[in-house]
T-cell receptor, first 112, second 113 residues
Framework: GENVEQHPSTLSVQEGDSAVIKCTYS??????FPWYKQELGKRPQLIID?????GEKKDQRIAVTLNKTAKHFSLHITETQPEDSAVYFC???????????FGQGTTLQVKP | DVKVTQSSRYLVKRTGEKVFLECVQD?????MFWYRQDPGLGLRLIYF???????EKGDIPEGYSVSREKKERFSLILESASTNQTSMYLC????????????FGPGTRLTVL
């Protein structure tokens, strides 16, 4: 069935460094790829998404890249700050459904 | 501002009890979802609904059922709670197809003793 693999499961960086989280998906029909951030004790919230007609999308310090041929997409956070510390989830979906398949999550720790 | 609320933040039940978790959204969203969240396993879809009285199984529906009698309300039912259903349960809603942002509720931490 549909599957999304996310790596790494934990990531620790120094403040100011960049962080990269990678996801691969199995269903080539997937065409919507959101990223959610979940701070400790809070609900997941969308931070950025990309659709398959676009290869890259940026929003200030965060960017997402998509390689449809290789079926993988990545989240890039530049100039990390302590408030970026959270669990990040990638997900994939197809246009004929509102259903998301989530990755396992990455716990990002940004050390001051 | 989208608001998704869940009936309880914390719940403690005994094995064999019937458990109801309720979710309400106030944005007239078509889609509603129930997930469970366990460390290292991400968010796993239990059931979802595209419309009133419609439901579809997700990836882990065993031991659960759902009810959607009104558009704004989606209930998750554990017919006979078991200890392996101890988890964080998250409800979400989204506007409709094509896929779009899902808005999550605060979660219910369920402990089954």
């Amino acid at each position: 069935g549909e599957n999304v693999e996310q790596h790494p499961s934990t990531l620790s960086v120094q403040e100011g460094d960049s962080a990269v989280i990678k996801c691969t998906y199995s269903d080539s029909a997937s065409n919507y790829f959101p990223w959610y951030k979940q701070e400790l004790g809070k609900r997941p919230q969308l931070i950025i998404d990309i659709r398959s007609n676009v290869g890259e999308k940026k929003d200030q310090r965060i960017a997402v890249t998509l390689n449809k041929t290789a079926k993988h997409f990545s989240l890039h956070i530049t100039e990390t700050q302590p408030e970026d510390s959270a669990v990040y989830f990638c997900a994939a979906s197809k246009s004929n459904t509102g259903k998301l398949i989530f990755g396992q999550g990455t716990t990002l720790q940004v050390k001051p | 501002d989208v608001k998704v609320t869940q009936s309880s933040r914390y719940l403690v039940k005994r094995t064999g009890e019937k458990v109801f978790l309720e979710c309400v959204q106030d944005m007239d969203h078509e889609n509603m979802f129930w997930y469970r969240q366990d460390p290292g396993l991400g968010l796993r879809l239990i059931y979802f609904s595209y419309d009133v009285k419609m439901k579809e199984k997700g990836d882990i529906p065993e031991g659960y059922s759902v009810s959607r009698e009104k558009k704004e309300r989606f209930s998750l039912i554990l017919e006979s709670a078991s200890t392996n259903q101890t988890s964080m349960y998250l409800c979400a809603s989204s506007p409709g197809r094509p896929p779009d942002t899902q808005y999550f509720g605060p979660g219910t931490r369920l402990t089954v003793l």
